[in-house]
């Protein structure tokens, strides 16, 4: 079953000189990959003028929208009542972002209703990305 749900949002780029950017993008979850979430963003967002997709645990961002979580390339913490502040890490340096908190809820417990949390088939996820890295050797 290939439920897809996706959810346009608005986030806001803080600049290193303290200013804010709208920048669009799209909250993206599949039941085929259950314990991920994925956030697209266009390529008028990006730095090299391309689309870019983050992909992260599904488990992060409903950590996250509590208290601080993550320590690798994502992290993801609350930011007063309404706010959620999603960090990006690349080779090419960090992206802080803050979201309406609201919003990512709303796309999260849109996907728990597409796969509820624990019922992940993850011996299928496994399978499938040892399957891609091995291919199907």
């Given amino acids: 079953m290939d439920i897809t749900v996706e959810q346009p949002v608005l ?3 803080v600049t290193a000189e303290d200013q804010e950017i709208p ?3 799209t909250l993206r979850y599949t039941a ?8 697209d963003f266009p390529a008028e ?3 090299e003028g391309e689309e870019v997709t983050w992909t ?3 488990s992060l ?3 996250g929208l509590r208290a601080p979580a993550g ?3 994502v992290q993801i913490w609350p930011y007063g009542r309404t706010r959620t502040v999603v960090e990006f890490h690349s080779p090419h340096g960090l992206a802080l972002l803050q979201f309406h908190a609201l919003a990512l809820r709303r796309f999260l417990l849109r996907t728990y209703d597409v796969v509820a949390p624990g019922q992940e ?3 299928r996820v496994v399978e499938r990305g040892l399957s891609a890295l091995f291919g199907g050797v």
């Fill in 121 to 123: 088939d993850v011996a």
């Fill in 71 to 73: 320590h690798g390339d």
């Fill in 45 to 47: 967002s990006a730095l």
């Fill in 11 to 13: 986030a806001r780029l």
């Fill in 32 to 39: 085929d990959d259950p314990l991920a979430v994925f956030v």
């Fill in 23 to 25: 920048v669009s993008a």
């Fill in 56 to 58: 992260f645990a599904r």
């Fill in 61 to 63: 961002l409903d950590q």
